[in-house]
Antibody, heavy 120, light 110 residues
Framework: QVQLQESGPGLVKPSETLSLTCTVS????????WTWIRQPAGKGLEWIGRIYTSGITNYNPSLKSRLTMSIDTSKNQFSLNLSSVTAADTAVYYC??????????????WGQGTLVTVSS | QSVLTQPPSVSEGPRQRVTISCSGS????????VNWYQQLPGKAPKLLIYYDDLLPSGVSDRFSGSKSGTSASLAISGLQSEDEADYYCAAWDDSLNGWVFGGGTKLTVL
């Protein structure tokens, strides 16, 4: 059963870059889209963006100018870099696999999430 | 403000049935499948319904999904205390070229 685990600093200073990695275990990272989603405390889910095995990306338009995603198939990992962070970027960050059936897809499974706080 | 609209909260008694609505537009629900996720307190979201009305393996058949036009619904029958959670709908949006979520609905079992 595929499992996902987020890792990275839990505290980032304002104006710096938030960097997270998601490690995929018990399964291959190939031929899937891999997604990042975040959730501020007490609020709803926000899709950040996704990356395909080939490196093709789709980003949330509201974050696109600050966002970079990458994938390392040799390590079964994909990563998120969000630059120029502010307190508004404080959230639990989840990674998830996007499974497909025809033209439709869904998120399964999800990682357990990692809290990132932006503060000086 | 979320692209998909859900009621903030719903409540019903044990063993009863409740429905949660999710309203969108032609660029998302009207043209793409809807998925539902359950988030238990303090936990990561979990897939509950996919492709409008399909149940993943291991999910109770007390949960069901439906879609009509630009709206979708999640129904939960035989409510149990363990169903208390936040429920989110999601769909791909062709105009935004990305995923959109509902704001989430908090279910309370009275």
């Amino acid at each position: 059963q595929v499992q996902l685990q987020e890792s990275g600093p839990g505290l980032v200073k304002p104006s710096e870059t938030l960097s997270l990695t998601c490690t995929v275990s018990a399964g291959s990272i190939s031929t899937y889209y891999w997604t990042w989603i975040r959730q501020p405390a007490g609020k709803g889910l926000e899709w950040i963006g996704r990356i395909y095995t080939s490196g093709i990306t789709n980003y949330n338009p509201s974050l696109k100018s600050r966002l970079t995603m990458s994938i390392d198939t040799s390590k079964n990992q994909f990563s998120l870099n969000l630059s120029s962070v502010t307190a508004a970027d404080t959230a639990v960050y989840y990674c998830a696999r996007e499974r497909q059936l025809g033209d439709e897809s869904w998120f399964d499974p999800w990682g357990q999430g990692t809290l990132v706080t932006v503060s000086s | 403000q979320s692209v998909l609209t859900q009621p903030p909260s719903v409540s019903e008694g044990p063993r009863q049935r409740v429905t949660i609505s999710c309203s969108g537009s032609s660029s998302n629900i009207g043209n793409n499948a809807v998925n539902w996720y359950q988030q238990l307190p303090g936990k990561a979201p979990k897939l509950l319904i996919y492709y409008d009305d399909l149940l993943p393996s291991g999910v109770s058949d007390r949960f069901s999904g439906s879609k009509s036009g630009t709206s979708a619904s999640l129904a939960i029958s035989g409510l149990q205390s363990e169903d208390e959670a936040d429920y989110y709908c999601a769909a791909w949006d062709d105009s935004l070229n990305g995923w959109v979520f509902g704001g989430g609905t908090k279910l309370t079992v009275l």
